[in-house]
């Protein structure tokens, strides 16, 4: 909670509400028939979570983290923003043993 930037009412509340989605999205990029939707909900929950990533850098001292960790969680996070994108155009794959 502490990288949730002040201007954010409710910071626990916005923790379990991004981190929830997040579990949900990843298990639904799994299965074939929400894949697609998964994958854009993903995204754009990705973008919005990225202002706390540039708070964190503004104040690096409210963590225990060293500084350069916080600098590599944003390509890291262009990196995910890409792996997610291509998830969401990856061609379904055939459910194992079954002919498609």
């Not at 909670?1 to 990029?29: D, F, K, N, T």
């Amino acid at each position: 909670m502490r990288i949730v930037p002040p201007y954010i009412p409710w910071p626990r509340a916005a923790v379990l509400l991004s981190g929830v989605p997040e579990l949900l999205g990843a298990v639904a990029l799994l299965w074939n028939p929400t894949r697609r939707a998964a994958g854009l909900g993903l995204f754009l929950l990705t973008l919005a979570v990225t202002p706390p990533r540039i708070y964190m850098l503004q104040r690096p001292e409210l963590l225990p983290v060293p500084v350069w960790a916080l600098w590599l969680r944003l390509p890291i996070q262009v990196a995910m923003l890409g792996l997610i994108a291509w998830c969401m155009v990856a061609p379904d794959v055939p459910a194992h043993g079954r002919q498609g």
